[in-house]
T-cell receptor
Framework: GEDVEQSLFLSVREGDSSVINCTYT??????LYWYKQEPGAGLQLLTY?????DMKQDQRLTVLLNKKDKHLSLRIADTQTGDSAIYFC?????????????FGSGTRLSIRP | SQTIHQWPATLVQPVGSPLSLECTVE??????LYWYRQAAGRGLQLLFY??????ISSEVPQNLSASRPQDRQFILSSKKLLLSDSGFYLC???????????FGQGTRLTVV
């Protein structure tokens, strides 16, 4: 079945760039998403990328998609303490109304001074 | 804009008691709806999804069930809760083509 994988932890110094990686298995994925979850809260959509794109930039966030390798990354420039959270990668299987949205296990990003 | 309302925010229930969590959607018609569970320190596990009224797909065998009595209403239920049902439950919805999935604020369930 479909699977989405991420590393569990990432620690970066404040002001550096953070790069969170994700791999997925569903070759029919249409949309790929990045969500942020702060402690005790629900999920906030950060950005998403359509599968025919290879890059999307939105202020400090840059998403890179390598469809051949089924690899997605999220780069956060100038990482701040407010960026501490769990980041989830997710993929949606296609145009079919029956498509599922599958999440990775989440990457906990911690910021050190 | 699309909004998911999910309640209650927190719930403490004894083992063996029933459960009903409700989720309603505003701002879109005929959404795909999802229930996820997040166990402590873990990722999101898809429990159920629905593409229309009365249409429920179950992803994992478990003690829970889901129903969709109306287009914008999705209910997660159990007849008898287990300790292992404790977790953070999130309802999500997505419009046609899943261009964006939007989430409720979640329900933290503790079974004691």
């Amino acid at each position: 079945g479909e699977d989405v994988e991420q590393s569990l932890f990432l620690s970066v110094r404040e002001g550096d760039s953070s790069v969170i990686n994700c791999t997925y298995t569903d070759s029919s994925s249409t949309y790929l998403y990045w969500y942020k979850q702060e402690p005790g809260a629900g999920l906030q959509l950060l950005t998403y990328i359509f599968s025919n794109m290879d890059m999307k930039q939105d202020q400090r966030l840059t998403v890179l998609l390598n469809k051949k390798d089924k690899h997605l990354s999220l780069r956060i420039a100038d990482t701040q303490t407010g960026d501490s959270a769990i980041y989830f990668c997710a993929d949606s299987g296609g145009y079919s109304s029956a498509s599922k949205i599958i999440f990775g296990s989440g990457t906990r990003l911690s910021i050190r001074p | 804009s699309q909004t998911i309302h999910q309640w209650p925010a927190t719930l403490v229930q004894p083992v063996g008691s029933p459960l009903s969590l409700e989720c309603t959607v505003e701002g879109t018609s005929n959404p795909n709806l999802y229930w996820y569970r997040q166990a402590a320190g873990r990722g999101l596990q898809l429990l159920f999804y629905s593409v229309g009224i009365g249409q429920i797909s179950s992803e994992v065998p478990q003690n829970l069930s889901a129903s969709r009595p109306q287009d914008r209403q999705f209910i997660l239920s159990s007849k008898k809760l287990l300790l292992s049902d404790s977790g953070f439950y999130l309802c999500a919805g997505a419009g046609s083509g899943n261009t964006e999935a939007f989430f409720g604020q979640g329900t933290r369930l503790t079974v004691v």
